[in-house]
């Protein structure tokens, strides 16, 4: 680690910190005895906290996010140029990186054309359902205006993103929901709802089985994750996504696909659904655009789609009437021009397979030593290792049991993840997505860890 904080300015920032900071996603009552984690500096695929200790992030970033790494000069360079060329204008204007980064992501994603700047993931996915309510009120005197989700996917953290999430427990207490969005079956095989050969075909007919029941004519759009990340890291089962087109088709439903964990290379190609062969209409994206980098959200569209927002110029409510001030930040695109730039130059889509398969491989291989192990799924450096603690029933372990795989693995230098309060019972699978960049050794360290923490939890 470069910065060397002396016991003095490290035990104030603790204080500061304790005093001061609400942090996410953890209950604050230990900290009144145990100091909270400061994260001070991070290099590749390296991280140290103000204690000088020194972690293997298996996780980039906590949450999918760090894709190119950490430390890297040249994205900070670019942003540094671009903020004191121009920092910020609102989006009702364009931009040059703005404007340069929207056609370099197209070029990528054939098919669509527009690029919608947000600040957020969540953020991103509002956009849509706003389109989506919009489409229905131009075009089906506001009737086809409901929003399917899929139990297990996540959307977001905003009310109407969380009316649209299918993990129970992060929305248990924040009710009441925006109406309009309904649930359908999720498509994890390894929970198998549904006894048949052809079980894609299956889980997703039952997609069709809530649009009949619920009125074709009142449904916009379906919303998926191409690979569900906190549900579980759900991998849809063959012939799951050609079946799902099929029905969006037929029933005129539009399709918006949650790219915001696989979105720009994470499971080996630039989007997760790029590997199914499916064509969306909207495809929104965050933590990976510009791995963290700088804050940049964005919502990308077909041309048909952006053409029903420009059909009456006289009428003043024609358009798309919406904007989120951080949009208009210069930040974020110029970030992620050198971040698809670095993917592109360092060649990372085909390390991620590559290295994707050696880390499943690996899994694969703890599995056969540890039982409690009960299935191992994901696509690129996308995987997640479901623990049960009988193979047979599947029954899953205690919640407390894999977070203490995590605690182990963590007091030994390596950072990993767990389903967190997010599926009652089923917070039960191991999460990794290490960066872009990893090597076999970053990989085979990070599996090595985690075969020395489950024999210490489980023997
Ligand atoms: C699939 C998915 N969609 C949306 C979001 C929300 O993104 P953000 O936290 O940037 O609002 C997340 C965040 O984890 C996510 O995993």
Not at 56 to 67: A, E, I, M, Q, Y
Not at 106 to 114: A, D, H, N, T
Not at 355 to 364: C, F, H, Q, T
Request: a negative charge.
């Amino acid at each position: 680690m470069n910065t060397h904080l002396s016991a003095n300015d490290i035990s104030k920032v603790i204080e500061a910190d304790r005093a001061h900071v609400w942090h996410h996603l953890i209950q604050h009552k230990p900290f009144e005895t145990i100091d909270p984690r400061i994260m001070v500096e991070g290099r590749g695929m390296r991280v140290w906290d103000a204690t000088g200790k020194e972690y293997l992030d298996g996780v980039s970033g906590g949450v999918w996010t760090v894709n190119v790494g950490y430390a890297r000069e040249s994205i900070a360079d670019a942003v540094r140029d671009q903020l004191v060329k121009l920092n910020y204008f609102a989006g009702s204007a364009g931009s040059i990186p703005g404007s340069q980064f929207a056609e370099k992501l197209i070029e990528k994603m054939p098919g669509l054309s527009r690029v919608y700047y947000t600040n957020s993931g969540s953020e991103a996915n509002e956009k849509v359902f706003k389109m989506v309510r919009q489409i229905a009120h131009k075009r089906y005197g506001g009737r086809k205006n409901k929003i399917l989700f899929r139990e297990r996917d996540y959307h977001g953290t905003t009310i109407t993103a969380l009316s649209a999430g299918g993990q129970p427990e992060r929305g248990a207490q924040y009710g009441p929901y925006t109406p309009g969005f309904v649930e359908v079956p999720h498509c994890l095989e390894y929970r198998a709802q549904w006894d048949v050969e052809n079980y894609g075909e299956r889980a997703a007919d039952a997609i069709e089985e809530v649009i009949l029941r619920e009125g074709a004519d009142t449904i916009g759009a379906l919303c998926l994750e191409p690979v569900t990340a906190g549900g579980g890291v759900i991998t849809p089962p063959a012939g799951y996504w050609e079946r799902v087109q099929e029905i969006c088709r037929k029933y005129d439903i539009l399709l918006h696909i949650d790219e915001v964990v696989c979105g720009v290379g994470r499971t080996g190609k630039w989007f997760g659904y790029q590997q199914y062969g499916v064509k969306p209409d909207f495809v929104t994206m965050a933590k990976g655009v510009a791995s963290g980098y700088a804050a940049i959200a964005c919502a990308v569209i077909t041309e048909e789609v952006f053409d029903m927002f420009k059909e009456n110029p006289d009428d003043p409510l024609d358009y798309f009437r919406d904007i989120s001030t951080f949009g208009g930040c210069t930040a974020g695109p110029a970030a992620a021009l050198e971040n698809m730039r670095i993917i592109e130059d360092e060649g990372l889509l085909d390390n991620t397979t590559a290295m994707g398969e050696r880390m499943l491989g690996n899994l694969r291989g703890l599995m056969e030593k540890h039982g409690v192990i009960g299935d191992v799924r994901g696509k690129g450096l996308f995987l997640g290792a479901e623990l049960v603690s009988d193979r047979s029933t599947k029954e899953p372990v205690d919640e407390k049991q894999a977070q203490a795989v995590v605690a182990e693995c963590m007091a030994q230098g390596v950072i990993i993840g767990v389903t967190n309060r997010s599926l009652p019972g089923f917070n039960n699978t191991l999460c990794f997505s290490p960066a872009l960049i990893s090597t076999a050794d970053d990989i085979d360290a990070i599996t090595e860890t985690v075969d020395k923490a489950l024999t210490k939890v489980f023997g």
